[in-house]
């Protein structure tokens, strides 16, 4: 039996999108069979002589030569109205300025580099130019307040800090003096801050942006760079527990690169914008590498969504494809479908979507209003890259995170008096687990082996995730290991309940859980925000009750709701669903329901 699977094709709707071009992948069980890293490996240029394999130099210098110098690498858009473009040749002079800046600060490879800044063009010099000097590059949320800032440049020993004067003055200034390891801060200017002097100083505590890439340059040559010396740390920030700092190798580059042509379908000609933030993984992997290394432009947004003006820019910059985040989504089904239709959005080729789980209705609504579905892209931070994916060629699956990206292997498991055992055939749920061997695979938790470790079992590395896949081998799915409830000896993931919540009207958002029980060991709990209008009231709570026991059926429906006004979420948009039971049994929100815990940001 095929569950609607859903070759999207209405001629009307295909209309309003782009032309598409066949593929760079198209035909999904050829390109996998057929599928080497060794191979991707020789797509790349590597160091000229032999000398290692750089991300910044498959990222930038490889294009920056001849008239490829001319392309436009990075085009940003900046509050307030101003643009600028950086072309190829122009970040090729920029990044070597800046690692030039940190070799004449004594900084160099293994050393930590953290970026801590909104998005404008110096973020992404500073983080290329660091890859160049064979230093590592921590990107930091600048959203953060000072004690996770503090925390996390403690954790990495950060050893220069990259900021904007105003990020400084705000929230390091304060916490300096105890980060006795930090010996260098750099700060860009803000000159186009109204109301803010253009260079306040800051006491000779920090060296000048601008100052620092001045001194003449004369290129910079990379050195020898081996694929599996370090490159990039991203703190992922639990959900649960200390923050956990994620280490990357300069082989991670052949995953970027891979996984750009052949899941987000990129192509040279692509003008490509990642909604992401680069203080998350996301906006590294594919805000910046990526899409560099195929030799696209990339749109960089200093501003925080708002729907009008995210349709302004698919429209105005010709956006080709677009990666962007099941709450972004949302908030654009609820701008309404009127606001869409005042923008052409024809030069859109191709929409994917990452980071939770992304609802069927969600992947039809970017077909019936953007002109094609979203395609649901699944990894982590620890995977560096994407890893489960719907194709462009292999027919999305609204609903399904997808297929295994070529050169990954994907499964599920068991627990079992023995160990993980692999589960076959179709329909059966998981722990969702990767064989180890793909180069963007993360090589530590810094400090902590033996949390590493426990990530492994044999030759799978444990996603913390679980996951059914079905009779066409596409995997759905089910929930974080730790938020799986268990009620009457039934294993039930909050994901569906939520979904099938999401569909009544009355419901803005909603988060389930498990809440304990004598009888049942611990019985379903859906934790309901409304939609503005509604009432909360225990008319609606039996309304919803039935709703969801109408289509989930009484085992899997809940059987308690509890209005919330919001619910808890972390910094990048995930319910903490931790919070919620810990709200249910006045166990301390920090608490873990056992064994370990990888719910991250
Ligand atoms: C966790 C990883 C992916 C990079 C940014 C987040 C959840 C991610 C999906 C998806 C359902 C998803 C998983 C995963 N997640 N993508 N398509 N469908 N869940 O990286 O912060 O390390 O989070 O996000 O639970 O394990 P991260």
Redesign the pocket.
């Known amino acids: 039996m095929h569950i609607g699977r859903l070759m999207i094709s209405d001629p009307r709707r295909a209309e309003r999108f782009g032309k598409r071009p066949a593929p760079n992948l198209p035909d999904y069980p050829k390109a996998r069979a057929g599928f080497s890293w060794h191979s991707v490996r020789s797509d790349l240029d590597g160091l000229p002589g032999g000398r290692g394999l750089n991300i910044a130099h498959e990222a930038v210098d490889r294009h920056a030569v001849g008239s490829g110098a001319h392309r436009i690498a990075i085009r940003w858009l900046g509050k307030g109205g101003a643009t600028r473009d950086v072309s190829y040749g122009q970040l090729r002079e920029l990044t070597d300025r800046f690692a030039l800046a940190l070799r004449r600060l004594g900084v160099g490879m293994g050393d930590r580099v953290f970026v801590l800044s909104d998005r404008i063009p110096e973020l992404y010099v500073a983080a290329l130019g660091t890859l160049k000097n064979r230093s590592i590059l921590c990107p930091l949320f600048s959203a953060y307040g000072p004690d996770p800032i503090r925390e996390r440049l403690t954790l990495g020993r950060a050893r220069v800090l990259v900021t904007t004067q105003r990020l400084y003055r705000r929230k390091v200034k304060a916490i300096r003096d105890r980060l006795p390891q930090l010996e260098h801060v750099i700060t860009v200017g803000e000159p186009d801050r109204i109301g803010e002097p253009a260079r306040e100083g800051d006491g000779g505590e920090t060296l000048d942006f601008e100052e620092a890439l001045r001194a003449p340059a004369d290129g910079f040559a990379i050195e020898p760079t081996d694929p599996e010396d370090p490159a990039l740390l991203h703190f992922?920030s639990g959900t649960t527990g200390a923050p956990k700092g994620v280490l990357h190798v300069h082989e991670a580059v052949l995953a970027h690169y891979a996984t750009g042509k052949l899941v987000l379908d990129l192509r040279p000609d692509d003008v490509f914008w990642c909604t992401a933030d680069p203080g998350?993984?996301?906006g590294v992997s594919y805000g910046i590498i990526s899409p560099l290394t195929v030799g696209c432009t990339l749109i960089v947004d200093q501003e925080e969504f708002n729907a009008e003006r995210w349709y302004g820019i698919l429209q105005d910059q010709h956006v080709t494809v677009w990666y962007t985040a099941p709450t972004a989504i949302r908030m654009l089904m609820r701008a309404g479908e009127d606001v869409a239709e005042r923008f052409d959005l024809t030069g859109l080729r191709f929409l994917a979507?990452?980071?939770?789980?992304?609802e069927a209705s969600a992947v039809r609504w970017g077909e019936r209003v953007l002109g094609g579905p979203f395609h649901?892209?699944?990894?982590?931070?620890?995977t560096g890259s994407i890893m489960i994916a719907n194709f462009a060629s292999a027919g999305v699956k609204p609903g399904s995170?997808g297929l295994p990206v070529p050169g990954v292997h994907a499964t599920v498991l068991t627990r079992t008096e023995v160990g993980m055992e692999e589960l076959r055939g179709a329909g059966v749920t998981g722990e969702l687990a990767l064989r180890i061997g793909w180069p963007s695979m993360f090589r530590a938790y810094i400090d902590e082996p033996e949390r590493y470790a426990e990530r492994f079992s044999g030759p799978w590395y444990l996603?913390?995730?679980l996951a059914r896949i079905d009779e066409d081998g596409y995997f759905w799915?089910v929930g974080?290991l730790h938020d799986v409830i268990k009620s009457a000896g039934h294993l039930i993931g909050p994901i569906e309940v939520e979904d099938c919540l999401r569909d009544h009207p009355a419901v803005a958002e909603v988060g389930v859980i498990g809440r304990p029980d004598v009888v049942a060991g611990q019985i379903v709990k859906a934790c309901v925000v409304l939609r503005p209008g509604y009432e909360e009231n225990d008319a609606l709570a039996r309304e919803l009750l039935a709703h969801a026991r109408r289509r989930l059926g009484p085992v899997v429906g809940p059987k308690e709701i509890r209005f919330w006004k919001a619910l808890p979420k972390t910094p990048?948009g995930?319910i903490m669903r931790h919070v919620l039971r810990a709200a249910e049994t006045g166990s301390p929100p920090g608490a873990r329901p056992s064994g370990n815990d990888s719910t991250?940001?």
């Open positions: 992922t998350w993984v996301t979507s990452v980071g939770e789980p992304l649901d892209t699944w990894w982590q931070t620890e995170m996603t913390g995730d799915f974080r990048s995930k991250h940001g």
